[in-house]
């Protein structure tokens, strides 16, 4: 029986040569081959640098565009039974996310820009509110703050003109990952299964169990970091919802929009919302009750329950790969040591750490598994 080879795959013959070849020790390899090995290394270093130094800036925007569309492609896969047209099912299947936020984001824009035109053309009365609220602080009463009350009024005022143009220039520094987070989802929607596939034959054999730990600690810890991260924003922007209208604060909704999009941010949280919310309550209905509460159920419930404990629990127990301890370091220095990629960066490098230890240090380790196929 004939072996019939299909173009663009290796025959049996050379899968066989390329085993001997590794097993092979280095002081077998004549000189001319080493030098080749060493410069082929060395070429494919310098172009896997290159290209991440190239892709730096969307990097986040392409692992986002894969994450979405692995949650999304059932859908996908619901819609293209219908449709019968990748193309189309990709692009119906985008609008699923892309809709609700652009109608948020919207919504948020001309609220905040009423508000700002709101405080420009009452420029005086809220400076002395203001003025009047902080000479009523402990400490504060021979104070004379007018002038640069009126000084931040001031600048508060000028970001109603200045919104539009930053608004452009925000699209404009998005675009290109706006771009990359598209094609990147819409590609995995539609050739999935030929992108597993090619990544699989890349392989050797040999590194199946490594293969599988990396592939396995990867999903499990990206899909348990954007589960948790996208579930306790939900959380606490419907507190800071909630308080807002039990203390009737206006700008309900997107105090609470503005509150899920900057928590994603290192270092700002939803305290960045509900502590101005409290200077607010204080100033504008000298309501220090109601502040103080607005700080606390803040405090105790966003930042030091939710974003503290209840994130990484979430992250560890979806993930199924790190436990509390080691998800909230993935999650804490990922974000503060590479900004808001570190949500995914974090997560990802300590899973690939424990890829690697728990494949070299097991029983029948891959090591292990090259020694037994060189002496079989």
């Known amino acids: 029986m004939s072996v019939v080879e299909v173009p ?16 092979s020790r ?23 640098v290159l290209f991440l130094w190239m892709v730096r800036r969307v990097l986040i925007a392409g692992i986002l565009g894969i994450v979405i569309a692995a949650y999304l492609r059932p859908l996908y896969l619901r819609i293209h039974h219908r449709t019968e047209r990748p193309i189309v099912s990709a692009v119906l299947t985008l609008l699923v996310v892309i809709i609700p936020v652009l109608g948020a984001l919207a919504y948020s824009y001309v609220e905040l820009v009423d508000v700002l035109g709101y405080i420009d053309s009452h420029q005086n009365e809220v400076a002395e509110r203001i003025d009047a609220a902080i000479r009523q602080l402990p400490f504060m009463t021979d104070a004379n703050p007018t002038e640069t009350v009126r000084a931040y009024v001031l600048t508060v005022s000028g970001y109603g003109t200045k919104i539009p143009a930053a608004v452009r220039e925000a699209l404009v520094e998005l675009s290109v990952a706006i771009t990359i987070f598209l094609l990147t989802a819409a590609y995995v929607f539609t050739d999935a299964d030929s992108i597993v596939s090619y990544v699989r034959s890349k392989v050797p054999q040999r590194y199946d169990r490594l293969r599988d730990a990396l592939v396995t600690n990867v999903t499990g810890v990206l899909y348990g970091a954007i589960y948790s991260t996208l579930l306790t924003q939900s959380l606490k922007t419907l507190v800071i919802f909630l308080l ?9 909704a997107v105090l609470a929009i503005l509150a899920f999009i900057i928590g994603f941010f290192p270092i700002v949280g939803s305290w960045s919302v509900y502590v101005p919310v409290a200077a607010w309550l204080l100033v504008f209905r000298d309501s220090p009750v109601r502040a103080g509460l607005m700080v ?13 404990y209840l994130r990484p629990k979430i992250a560890a127990e979806r993930s199924g790969v790190l436990n509390f301890y080691w998800m909230f370091v993935a999650l804490v220095t990922g974000v503060y040591t590479f900004g808001l990629a570190g949500i995914l960066l974090g997560p990802i490098l300590i899973g690939l750490l424990k890829a690697v230890v728990d494949s070299v240090t097991a029983h029948a380790s891959w090591r292990l598994t090259d020694v037994e196929e060189g002496t079989g």
């Open 8 to 23: 663009g795959e290796s025959s049996p013959s050379d899968r066989r040569r390329d085993e001997r070849r590794l097993n």
């Open 26 to 48: 280095l002081a077998d390899f004549p000189a001319p081959e080493v030098r080749r090995a060493v410069l082929t290394w060395l070429l494919a270093a310098i172009v896997v």
């Open 244 to 252: 807002n209208l039990a203390f009737g604060v206006p700008l309900a």
């Open 296 to 308: 606390l159920v803040g405090f105790l419930l966003n930042t030091l329950f939710i974003s503290t």
